[in-house]
């Protein structure tokens, strides 16, 4: 795995491996990195009886983790404005490309977290993945909010608050193919999804990693 350094121009956030062997490429300085990695393991990587369907939350989790393939930013600060949370997601939308693995199929399983643990109000966290999704699609990517307490609801049970997380963060992946019903609410959306998976919209159920948009989007 490279170890070159990938550095925001707007903001310095750089990625770090959060479930990495090399301590020079880990996340483990960070004292909320431990709990990070615990909800990771037992939420995205397991079933949940409200979930509405088999297997787990997130079905593309345990891959990322087992090679490495997943990265994180800490932004620390009980007062980070709007502003500076859409600089950090310009930076990640130019960054994601280039951390590691880059090439296919590898590169599909990678996703990067931005981490923002002392924020206690999450309005501008809803407003800057509502406002950034669209350029994402375009480029094949996937925007998601996580927060404790999210209310949004699963795409199988409405009941089930399929984005609530221990810590508030902004989540990017590349997007799937199951990923077509979180789409729907607009044209260039389905345009970019079509642009990349063809007219076939697969009938399996989509990974839990993003949210449908009938209360918020990512």
């Known amino acids: 795995m490279s170890t070159d350094r990938i550095i925001g121009t707007r903001t310095g956030v750089e990625p770090a491996n959060l479930f990495a062997r090399n301590p020079a490429t880990g ?9 990070l990695r ?9 079933p949940h009886p409200a979930l509405g369907r088999p297997g787990p939350v997130c079905p593309y989790t345990s891959r990322a983790i087992e090679r490495q393939y997943l990265w994180v ?7 980070i404005d709007i502003q500076r949370i859409t600089a950090i997601v310009d930076d990640l939308y130019e960054l994601f490309p280039a951390l590691p693995p880059r090439d296919e199929p590898d590169s599909k399983l990678k996703a990067v977290l931005a981490v923002f643990p002392d924020l206690t109000e999450y309005a501008d966290i809803e407003t800057v993945q509502h406002d950034q999704k669209t350029r994402f699609v375009q480029k094949g990517l996937m925007l998601g909010q996580f927060y404790p307490g999210c209310t949004t609801a699963g795409l199988h049970n409405p009941a089930f608050p399929a984005l609530d997380a221990p810590l508030p963060m902004l989540a990017v992946r590349h997007m799937a193919p199951t990923d077509f019903p979180f789409l729907t609410a607009r044209d260039e959306w389905i345009d970019a999804y079509h642009r990349l998976f063809g007219p ?8 839990q990693f993003s949210t449908p948009h009938r209360t918020s989007t990512c």
């Open 73 to 79: 930013v800490f932004i620390n600060g009980r007062y």
């Open 27 to 35: 996340a483990t300085e960070h004292p909320h990195a431990t709990e």
């Open 200 to 207: 076939h919209v697969p009938a399996s159920s989509p990974p």
């Open 38 to 46: 615990r909800w990771t393991r037992a939420y995205l990587c397991r």
